[in-house]
């Protein structure tokens, strides 16, 4: 059994864009050469051919995973979503209370996570500790340093 997988619309629409592309595009490419490889003669020792049909089966598994992903993924409806807790796409302000230093994340699906942008993997410890947690509420999150305390200081959409 899949797991779902929720998502904004455009978070799910480049999952879709990223999976037509690859049918499209990257799937005829691979079959044009492995076709082309193959009129080189002797398969047996020909490389060109082991490294396409190897690429092959690397871009097949790949469309099959995103299929798989888009036919278990669900779109959130940002404004049905509870503003009184932390739940994914919720724009979270926390702080470190070893340091006081103070962040902001907005939580979404593992496939949207960016680091750069603050959005954060609702799979990733931080997140997964600040899921369900109101304003006022210390998370005490585990990460691969240890131990870490976050207070969540505003939850917004």
């Known amino acids: 059994m899949s797991q779902i997988s929720y998502f904004t619309e455009e978070g799910l629409r480049k999952v879709i864009d990223e999976l037509n592309q690859l049918r499209k595009v990257e799937r005829p490419s691979i079959s044009a050469q492995i076709a082309e490889a193959r009129d080189k003669g002797d398969l047996s020792e020909n490389a060109e051919y082991d490294a396409a049909k190897e690429a092959q089966g690397l871009l097949e598994l790949k469309i099959s995973k995103l299929e798989t992903l888009v036919a278990n993924s669900r779109v959130v ?22 340091n006081g230093s103070e962040m902001q994340y907005t939580i979404v699906s593992e496939k949207e996570a960016n680091m750069a942008e603050k959005r954060i993997s609702v799979e990733s410890p931080i997140a997964k500790g600040l899921l369900g947690k109101k304003v006022g509420d210390v998370a005490e999150v585990i990460v691969p340093s240890g131990s870490m305390k976050f207070e969540v200081v505003d939850i917004t959409r």
């Open 77 to 98: 409806d940002e404004s049905e979503l509870d503003t009184t807790k932390v739940l994914i796409l919720s724009k979270v302000k926390i702080k470190n209370l070893a």
